[in-house]
């Protein structure tokens, strides 16, 4: 079986899944941007991540500029959010992210981080105004992932866990 993995990470966490899913199966790991799709059109597995921003799957239209040529290969998709997993939220997340002829793609969610201190400034605002947002909500009205990131405030963390990875790992070997 030869497989691929492609990546989109903008700080970081999504890389790591990938290279850890890299160091499991053997396949390389490719930045999503860089990947020579001869190289795609080769391989039987193609495994594809991407950071979440605003609910939305960086590197996604890969997927969807090139579903003709991933016909049938056995394609699996990971994102890599803040928040903690929550099957509602995560139920949202896969409806905004896979319609219509990648629907049928399975997702799965990896957990990452946040490091205001090393983000853009765009993003470190959109995520301060965030954080006041919340803080404002009474917090027994609170989703999961909103309590998650008024509770962190402005502290990094990182929640990168391989433990993330197994249902990815059993879905390539199944
Ligand atoms: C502007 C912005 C929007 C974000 N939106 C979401 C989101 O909708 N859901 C989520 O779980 N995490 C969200 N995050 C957190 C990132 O998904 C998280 O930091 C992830 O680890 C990034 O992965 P990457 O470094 O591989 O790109 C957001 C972060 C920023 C900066």
Do not use: H, Q
């Not at 949202?92 to 990648?102: G, L, P």
């Amino acid at each position: 079986m030869k497989g691929i993995i492609l990546y989109k990470s903008k700080y970081g966490s999504t890389r790591k899944y990938a290279e850890w899913l890299s160091e499991a199966t053997g396949f390389k790991a490719v930045e999503t941007d860089k990947a020579d799709l001869k190289e795609v059109e080769g391989c039987d597995t193609v495994i594809i991540g991407g950071g979440l921003y605003a609910s939305g799957m960086n590197g996604l239209s890969f997927l969807k500029k090139n579903i003709g040529m991933l016909k049938g290969k056995k394609v699996i998709a990971f994102c890599c959010g803040a928040s903690p997993y929550e099957e509602t939220y995560f139920k949202s997340v896969r409806d905004y992210n896979m319609k219509d002829a990648i629907a049928d793609i399975p997702l799965f969610y990896c957990r990452g981080g946040c490091d205001l201190k090393n983000m853009s400034f765009k993003d470190r605002t959109l995520c301060k105004i965030l954080i006041k947002s919340l803080a404002k909500k009474d917090p027994k009205d609170m989703a999961v992932w909103e309590k998650a990131v008024v509770d962190a405030g402005e502290s990094a963390y990182d929640c990168t866990d391989r433990e993330y990875l197994k249902p990815v790992l059993e879905a390539i070997g199944s």
